[in-house]
């Protein structure tokens, strides 16, 4: 297991734009795929976005597609989510994920939680309306 840090979450108006962080620990993060994953208030976590270990795969939910960008510096550790045009139903606790033994899982089969074995301990981000 890796050691997941978020950051950058916070309060923004609709419309508004965040960039969230998520610094990881270890030398082999280059090795990582990586996900996003939310939780609204009374609801089950969702997948929202996933990059494979060299970034030249991405994945995304259908509700953020066009609006949220996934992106990783391996130099730094570090993956991003770059989420733009923010509604009110993007309000959630963003956690960030990583797979740190399956490299070779298709991109688009990494929308479940169950191939993830770090997870962060989740930023929180209020989109107001």
């Known amino acids: 297991q890796v050691l997941l840090v978020e950051s950058g979450g916070g309060l923004v108006q609709a419309g508004g734009s965040l960039r969230l962080s998520c610094a990881a620990s270890?030398?082999?993060?280059?090795?990582?795929?990586m996900g996003w994953f939310r939780q609204a208030p009374g609801k089950e976590r969702e997948f929202v976005a996933a990059?494979?270990?060299?970034?030249?795969?991405?994945n995304y939910a259908a509700s953020v597609k066009g609006r949220f960008t996934i992106s990783r510096d391996n130099a730094k550790n570090t993956v991003y989510l770059q989420m733009n045009s923010l509604k009110p139903e993007d309000t959630a606790v963003y956690y960030c994920?990583?797979?740190?033994?399956?490299?070779?899982?298709?991109?688009?089969?990494?929308?479940?939680?169950?191939?993830?074995?770090?997870w962060g301990q989740g930023t929180q981000v209020t989109v107001s309306s």
């Open positions: 990059i494979n270990w060299s970034g030249g795969s991405t």
């Open positions: 270890g030398r082999t993060f280059s090795s990582y795929a």
């Open positions: 994920a990583a797979d740190t033994s399956r490299p070779l899982v298709p991109i688009h089969l990494r929308d479940r939680p169950g191939l993830y074995d770090s």
